[in-house]
Every structure is written in C-alpha cells, then in structure tokens.
C-alpha cells in the first residue's frame, strides 16, 4: 500500500508544459491511503476514473478482513482508483463530511461525487456497486 500525505503531495507536484494534465499523480493497480489533505485533490485528479474509497479504523475487525481483497480489486480493476481512509481522529473532519455512520464503508465517487455506498464487509455487495458504476 502507498501512503501519500499532504507534504509528499505537495513536493510531487510540479510545473508541466500546457499539453500534459497537472496536479497530483493518480496511482492504479494499487490502494493509496488518504488523509483529509490529500483526499479530495486525489478525486479531482482521478476525473472521469471511477475511484473507490475504503473508509476503516484500525481497531476494527471487518475492516481487517475486507483490506487484502480490497487490494486484489486494485490490482485487478486498472481502470479505477483504490483510496484508503483512516477514519481517527486526524481524519475526523473529513469522515463526517462524506457521511460516515459505521466501518467499514466504501464510497464509490465518479467526477467527484458520490453515487454509491456499500456499509460494512459486504464484498459481494462493493463489487457489483462498481461493477455498476464502471459501466455507467
């Protein structure tokens, strides 16, 4: 899993001619964790890419279970981007904005908005939920 903080985004951000995209690199194939800096500049960057958010905590048991095979579905889905959320104390702010009752819960975004969710260790549930917003 790659972590990304605010500080490493903002050192990996650079000045590009006018033909390439800018902002911050959107990675595939692998989970990127997020914290309530580098959330939404990573959604904006990801465009029309569908982008999955797994929001956990670390105490919690089922999130522990979903983690591997929500790293299976990165490595599988290219064409959509894998974040990780942990909802503490640090990332409380952010948690409460997108609407968090329970963990773990997976917000499904396309062109920054929200337009699934799938609560708790459902994965059956989360990979039709993309399933159908891929093909949307």
């Known amino acids: 899993m790659k972590t990304i903080n605010s500080k ?9 001619s006018s033909l390439e995209t800018s902002g911050p690199a959107v990675v595939v194939g692998e989970v990127t964790e997020v914290d309530k800096d580098t959330f939404w500049l990573i959604v904006n960057a990801a465009g ?27 490595e ?15 990332n409380k702010s952010l948690a409460k904005e997108l609407g968090i009752k329970v963990v773990p819960t997976f917000k499904i975004l396309k062109h920054g908005k929200i337009v699934k969710e799938v609560t708790g260790a ?15």
């Open 76 to 90: 599988k889905y290219l064409d959509v981007v894998f974040l990780k959320l942990d909802c503490n104390q640090e």
């Open 122 to 136: 459902k994965f059956d549930n989360l990979v039709a939920a993309m399933e159908d917003v891929r093909s949307s």
């Open 48 to 74: 029309d890419k569908t982008v999955v958010l797994d929001m956990y905590t670390q105490w919690c048991g089922p999130c522990k279970i979903m983690a591997p095979k929500f790293q299976e579905l990165a």
């Open 8 to 16: 490493q985004l903002r050192s990996s951000v650079r000045v590009r």
